[in-house]
Every structure is written in structure tokens, then in C-alpha cells.
């Protein structure tokens, strides 16, 4: 069974610092990974996507990620937080068939400070 | 062009009763997947349906059901509620469903208080 682990249930940054969310994967064939965004009282929206080829990802409002096999790793990352980028982060994996029956991990909430 | 459409968006249920969610798809995606958010749980796979056929199953009860209608439509049931089953559940819509090559999109949900 894949699993997902997010370290750090929230993350508090300076508006302007670097924003580091940390995302571990269990599983044992390469994955298709993904980082989804949640506002509040919104849905999820995607943010990135690792399937295969390049292990930098960049996707959406400056966001980008690196898939480490050697690490088990997908950690996402942005160079400057804007107060725009506080809400849920979720790290999550598909199923070793590639369809849609995607794990989620427990979400990074994320904060800005002025 | 408009996107995944939830309804409703909120409800209440007592404990016992049964109750339908609704959720139409993109236009043009025929992939439709359900998902349950808890603060105890957080995302919890439910279903995947392609061409009204259910393709992939999460571990839940039998309570929890789901179909998909041939304009890729698509309903969750979920009978005899429980206090536990108080939960935002979002769909997701793909073309297809391979999510290597195609792009999921949620829904905002439908926010489910069980008393």
C-alpha cells in the first residue's frame, strides 16, 4: 500500500522568505506524485504534478518541487511566500496503475507573517 | 468553462436518515471521483467512476454508495448517517482516467453536518 507523510501539520514564514513543505512517499514502484491547494471553504486545487521525465516540477504562483527517488521525497517549495499563499497544502500519490484513486497526506497548513 | 458543480453545498442530516450528494463533471470528462475530508481522517478516497462503471473503491462501508449516469453525472448515497460521517465530500473530474496525462479538478465540495 502506498502511504503519504507530510512533516509539520503547520508551517508559519515571513511574507518574502522561502516556504519548504516536506512530503514523503511510500511505494514500492515509481509513483505519480502531486501537491494540491486548499482554501478555505474551496475545493483542491492543483498545484504540480510529478509522472516522469524531469524531477523538477514547476507548476502554479511560483511553486515548484523535486522528485528524489534516493529520498523518497516530493518536497515543494517557493522562494518568496506572498500573503496570497496562506492554505492547506496536500501532498498526495496515485495508485501504482496511474489511475485516480489518489493518497492524500494529512496536509501543511501554512501561514504568512507580515 | 464551468467547473466541477457540487450540490448542495450544505446540509444537515439526523442521525439515521440517508442522504444524496451531486456532482456534474466538466464538460467533456467522463472520470468522476469522490472524496471524504475529515479534521480526524482528512482525505479519504470514496469511488471512481468511468463510463458509469465503478472502477476503484476506497475502504469504506456499505453504507456508502455511488453511481454515475451516462452524462457522467454522477450521485453518492450514503444511508443510515452516523454522527462520524460529518465530512466535506468533494468530486473530481478527469477526461479520462489516467492521471499521468490528464488533469484532476475538485469541486468545492458539499459540507455534510450529521446531529
Known amino acids: 500500500a502506498q502511504s503519504v507523510t507530510q512533516l509539520g501539520s503547520h508551517v508559519s514564514v515571513s511574507e518574502g522568505a522561502l516556504v519548504l513543505l516536506r512530503c514523503n512517499y511510500s511505494?514500492?514502484?515509481?509513483?505519480?506524485l502531486f501537491w494540491y491547494v486548499q482554501y478555505p471553504n474551496q475545493g483542491l486545487q492543483l498545484l504540480l504534478k510529478?509522472?516522469?521525465?524531469?524531477?523538477l516540477v514547476k507548476g502554479i504562483n511560483g511553486f515548484e518541487a523535486e522528485f528524489k527517488k534516493s529520498e523518497t521525497s516530493f518536497h515543494l517549495t517557493k522562494p518568496s511566500a506572498h500573503m496570497s499563499d496562506a492554505a492547506e497544502y496536500f501532498c498526495?500519490?496515485?495508485?501504482?496503475?496511474?489511475?485516480?484513486?489518489?493518497?492524500f497526506g494529512t496536509g501543511t497548513r501554512l501561514t504568512i507573517i507580515p | 468553462k464551468a467547473g466541477v458543480t457540487q450540490t448542495p453545498r450544505y446540509l444537515i442530516k439526523t442521525r439515521g436518515q440517508q442522504v444524496t450528494l451531486s456532482c456534474s463533471p466538466i464538460?467533456?470528462?467522463?472520470?468522476v471521483s469522490w472524496y471524504q475530508q475529515t479534521p480526524g481522517q482528512g482525505l479519504q478516497f470514496l469511488f471512481e467512476y468511468f463510463s458509469e462503471t465503478q472502477r476503484n473503491k476506497g475502504n469504506f462501508p456499505g453504507r456508502f454508495s455511488g453511481r454515475q449516469f451516462s452524462n457522467s453525472r454522477s450521485e453518492m448515497n450514503v444511508s443510515t448517517l452516523e454522527l462520524g460521517d460529518s465530512a466535506l465530500y468533494l468530486c473530481?473530474?478527469?477526461?479520462?482516467?489516467?492521471?499521468?496525462?490528464?488533469?484532476?479538478?475538485f469541486g468545492e465540495g458539499s459540507w455534510l453536518t450529521v446531529v
Open positions: 464538460s467533456g470528462h467522463r472520470s
Open positions: 473530481a473530474s478527469s477526461l479520462y482516467t489516467d492521471v499521468s496525462g490528464n488533469t484532476i479538478y
Open positions: 511505494s514500492s514502484v515509481p509513483p505519480y
Open positions: 510529478y509522472t516522469t521525465g524531469a524531477t
Open positions: 498526495a500519490v496515485s495508485d501504482f496503475l496511474g489511475n485516480e484513486k489518489l493518497t
